[in-house]
């Protein structure tokens, strides 16, 4: 018999490592509580898919991600994928910025061999806990020939996302993770069913390199709605934002009240990221908002947190918004 895969389990805590007081605590508990080797031990079938060693890398609830966990995390896959030994690699991962992480390894990890983000949406103490089955597919993604080359992947429900376009889209059922161009396949019973490919550059194909990105730029997000102020946009500048993603309404739209202070920031050399707040759809340059004009960028499809991300990774290497904008079409 053929020696199995050698997958690695980089633990960072989440739901997927929760505990609830109670069977019936389903969303109520606490996150990041069970430890890696627990959390492997409970599942003894994955032996069955692959030789799986743990490791634990943060312990915490996804909320709490930051740059410098984006940072680590990145580096410790990136380090772990040049290695012979290692043939995929999973990150058990809090749902709530989970789509915001395996978006950012998609960006900046060089490597074809499979890397699957992971979490659950209730806790391994719950009835009907999901965390189980998931992790249970993820290593079966990671540790699969044929999971190569399709960007950083994430399991959940059954289902194979790509990274790039997956959200969490409710907080209160197992169904969460959707992406609106659809998953790229199923993994059902150990084995992986794919319908299509992602066509995005990523991991192999990308300019970007967690091994050059020493540190990420100051860029955060400015939420639109109906009487909306300033208050925010100018507070980030002050602060000394690189770039700004306005989440706009509809199609990315901005309040007229809100255009003069985005110029301003603009104009002292802050990139303004036009996203859209809906949860589908894409931003058209010159809709709504000259863009070519103000010399703003727009998102296309990416929702506002992982238009964040993208322009974190891009600023690393340019801060020429035609670039820019060359990157959000073409990642
Ligand atoms: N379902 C979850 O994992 C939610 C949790 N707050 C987290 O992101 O860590």
Known sequence: QAAKPNVVVLATGGTIAGAGAS?????????????????????PELANVAKVSGE?????????????????????????????????IVITHGTDTLEETAYFLNLTVRTNKPIVVVGS????TALS????LNLYDAVTVAASKDAAGKGVLVTM??????????SKTIN???????????????VVEGKNYWFRAPVKRHTMQSEFNIDDIKALPAVDIVYGYSNMNTTGIEAYGKAGVKALIHAGTGNGSVAAQAVDSLKALRAAG??????????????????????????????????????????????????????????????
């Open 129 to 132: 806990a999901d965390g189980a």
């Open 172 to 186: 209160i059922k197992t169904e969460a993770f959707k992406s609106q161009w659809g998953p790229l396949g199923m």
């Open 23 to 43: 069977a019936a605590n389903s969303a109520t508990y606490a996150a990041a509580k069970v430890p890696v080797d627990k959390l492997l031990a409970g599942l």
């Open 121 to 124: 949406m209730r806790p391994g």
């Open 270 to 331: 802050v990139q303004i990221v036009r996203s859209a707040r809906v949860p589908d759809g894409f931003v058209l340059r010159n809709a709504e908002q000259p863009d070519d004009k103000y010399d703003w960028v727009v998102a296309h499809d990416l929702r506002p947190q992982k238009a964040r991300i993208l322009a974190m990774v891009a600023l690393t290497k340019t801060n020429d918004s035609k670039e820019l904008q060359r990157i959000f079409w073409e990642y």
């Open 157 to 166: 429900n059954d289902e194979i996302q790509s990274g790039r376009d997956v």
């Open 56 to 88: 634990q890398v943060f312990q915490i609830a996804s909320e709490s991600f930051t740059n410098e966990h984006l940072l680590r995390l990145g580096q410790r896959v990136s380090a772990l994928a040049k290695q012979a030994d290692v043939d995929g």
